[in-house]
């Protein structure tokens, strides 16, 4: 053995102290590449359960009573698989059918293409001359999308994947792609081979008792219904012209009717461009503005008295308003709110306008006073107050800009790209909600004239005079 051009014998015999190297036996390497071939045929056989499993039962079978044994596992095993998926075909696809495609498109697509995807979008890592990738844990699919539970690298995170999720929805020939973290460490990837909300939906059907923790008010790309949780909320429905303020807030007012009917919910509408959209639901309504704009500042200012009345009265016997009958939530629903904080020419009438909102949507959800507003221009001056809205809905924008404006920064990052929506899907939208950073991509139901008719015949109440409360007489 030499060190440096120098035998070691001679070095040691001049002092230098030495360390032999060791060398590894042949039969040890081998043994060794045996045992790391094994490791990664279980691994592979483990994560290929799904086929690899029912395939051992029926060689073991095979093993054991010949070819009669596999014959009626098989026999056995297709009658069951029917017998499923007639009763319960919801469950069958979910458990089984989900699983045995995603594997199917593990195999034919995504393993594949992940390695140039991963190199192309910068999420692979060398490391000493060694290349790591992010690890595919789980492929589930439905008819509509794949989804991929991905292991994230050290030092990765879900916002990288997200940033390129454009770039894989190319590589994998996607029509969309989201990311969106699990649990730390852990990204879901999800391609939408076509676009679940591409037909329209119409009316949604009226719950009999609606829970306000639970509004259905349209589809997810899920496939799975949107449900809204009203109580304790303001909503800002953000859209340009056309594309689908109205679905949102007739789905809302019909989800609502029963509850009107019941008196435990009061509907209080201003629509400021004349009432070519709100006057259709007008039986519903107990309070009803949309040409005087004194009449509607003095609609919201006694909103407001109402709401801190009922605070006063609430005060120290609980923390949220239940609504009933004789004490229903309030729901001050504002068609277009530019016209009253932005494009009203008094500007007393504005300032008093702008005072009654700002009180609330600060103090409102408590008492059970909640604001639900549209606008089609959502910049700062124009809707000041945005930030107290804690779930905003934003259908098809103008501008890339806008999309951060009405969900919040980086909104658009993660996938809510709103100004791409096309004109021909009206209702489309991405909800922000209070709790959750990521956008939903809905659809709402589209109730049209014959639908608003019938929903007014039978759940309009018969409101009496409303006179406009003091301070006094909503404590008493």
């Known amino acids: 053995m030499k060190v440096n051009g120098y035998r070691a014998d001679d070095l040691a015999r001049v002092g230098l102290i030495t360390r032999e190297r060791w060398v590894m036996p042949l039969w040890m390497s081998i043994l060794g590449v045996c045992f790391r071939a094994l490791g990664r045929f279980l691994v592979w056989l483990v994560r290929r359960g799904l086929i690899t499993g029912p395939a051992l039962v029926l060689l073991l079978a095979y093993g054991k009573w010949d070819w009669p044994g596999p014959a009626a596992l098989l026999t056995g095993a297709v009658l069951f698989v029917i017998a499923w998926w007639l009763a319960h075909p919801a469950s069958f696809r979910r458990v089984v ?17 992940w390695r140039p995807a991963m190199i192309g979008g910068q999420l692979a ?13 789980r492929v589930r699919s439905t008819r509509w999308a794949d989804e991929l539970r991905v292991r994230l690298l050290y030092g990765q995170t879900p916002e990288r994947f997200a940033l390129v999720a454009e770039n894989l929805r190319h590589v994998f020939g996607a029509y969309r792609c989201t990311a969106r973290e699990l649990k730390p460490g852990v990204v879901t990837l999800r391609f939408y081979h076509r676009d679940p909300l591409e037909q329209p939906l119409g009316p949604l059907p009226i719950v009999d008792v609606p829970d306000l923790r639970r509004v259905e008010l349209g589809r997810t790309e899920d496939a799975v219904p949107f449900l809204l949780a009203l109580l304790g909320t303001h909503v800002l429905v953000a859209g340009a012209s056309g594309a689908g303020k109205g679905s949102v807030l007739w789905s809302l007012i019909r989800a609502l009717a029963p509850l009107v009917a019941h008196g435990s919910v009061e509907l209080w509408v201003i629509d400021p461009k004349g009432g070519m959209e709100m006057t259709f639901g007008k039986p519903l309504f107990a309070r009803y503005e949309d040409t005087d704009a004194e009449a509607m500042t003095e609609l919201l200012e006694e909103a407001a008295d109402r709401m801190q009345a009922r605070t006063q009265r609430l005060k120290g016997v609980t923390r949220q308003h239940t609504p009933t009958p004789g004490d229903p939530l309030i729901v001050v629903l504002v068609d277009e709110l530019a016209a009253l904080t932005a494009y009203l020419s008094d500007r007393k009438l504005r300032d008093r306008i702008k005072a009654a909102l700002s009180l609330l949507l600060s103090q409102g959800r408590a008492p059970g006073f909640l604001v639900v507003a549209a606008v089609q221009d959502p910049r700062k001056d124009v809707v000041p107050f945005r930030d107290l809205f804690p779930t905003r809905i934003a259908l098809r924008l103008t501008e890339a800009e806008q999309v951060d404006m009405v969900l919040g920064d980086g909104a658009r990052d993660r996938g809510a790209l709103c100004d791409r929506i096309p004109r021909a899907l009206p209702g489309v939208a991405y909800v922000r909600l209070d709790d959750d950073p990521d956008p939903v991509r809905v659809r709402f139901g589209y109730p049209d004239d014959d639908a608003i008719a019938e929903t007014c015949q039978l759940y309009a109440p018969h409101f009496g005079p409303r006179p406009i409360l003091n301070d006094e007489q909503e404590a008493a």
């Open 125 to 137: 890592v060398v490391h000493d001359e060694k290349q790591y990738l992010p690890l595919i844990r």
């Open 97 to 113: 059918g989900a699983r045995l495609l995603g594997q199917w498109r593990l195999m034919v697509r995504y393993r594949r293409l």
